[in-house]
């Protein structure tokens, strides 16, 4: 079967790869583009593990394929802050300990960013809503909750 090739966007740079046909935008980014922040928990869109934006739009990335990436904007965890500059929410995150063994993180954090995009001043049900779909086996919850919500708050105070 002949790879194909794919033009896309990758956290704002133009990015080109050759996949098969068959693989995971999950697999691209991790085996062909070497971003390994974005984890797979279960291959199945079940854990949020996953989790990046195609043009703006979260998703499971173990879902979508590598294909189908052509001409869309794909933002994952390595463009969210920098090694000199962490983002508030990974500031957040450090801050109220909601992260341990790091698997759920990558995504909870895209995810996080989605909707305080989408919804700058969620009410804690909205974000435990919005979350729902990022298993932690770690944490619990209160602590990416509580981390989450400061992280609107200083979001929206910055604005």
């Known amino acids: 079967m002949a790879k194909v090739h794919v ?4 956290n704002g740079e133009p990015t080109e ?8 935008l999950l697999d691209v980014l991790r085996n062909e ?3 390994t922040g974005t984890k797979e928990g279960c291959g199945s869109g079940d854990c949020g593990a996953c989790s990046v934006t195609v043009n ?9 394929l590598g294909a189908e990436a052509e001409g869309k904007e794909i933002g994952t965890v390595e463009g969210i802050g920098n090694n000199d500059s962490l ?4 500031e957040k995150f450090l801050e109220h300990a909601a992260l341990q063994c ?6 909870l954090i895209v995810s996080t ?11 804690e049900e909205e974000a435990r809503y919005y979350l729902a779909g990022n298993l932690c086996r770690c944490t619990g919850y209160d602590k990416i909750i509580r ?11 910055a604005a």
């Open 7 to 10: 033009s896309t966007s990758v």
């Open 17 to 24: 790869f050759l996949c098969e046909p068959h693989d995971t």
């Open 33 to 35: 583009l070497n971003m």
């Open 56 to 64: 703006d739009r979260l998703v499971c990335s173990c879902l979508v």
């Open 87 to 90: 983002h508030v929410i990974q």
């Open 102 to 107: 790091g698997i759920c993180t990558p995504g």
């Open 113 to 123: 960013k989605a909707l305080l995009e989408e919804n700058p001043s969620p009410t």
């Open 147 to 157: 981390a989450v919500m400061d992280a609107a708050e200083s979001m929206r105070g």
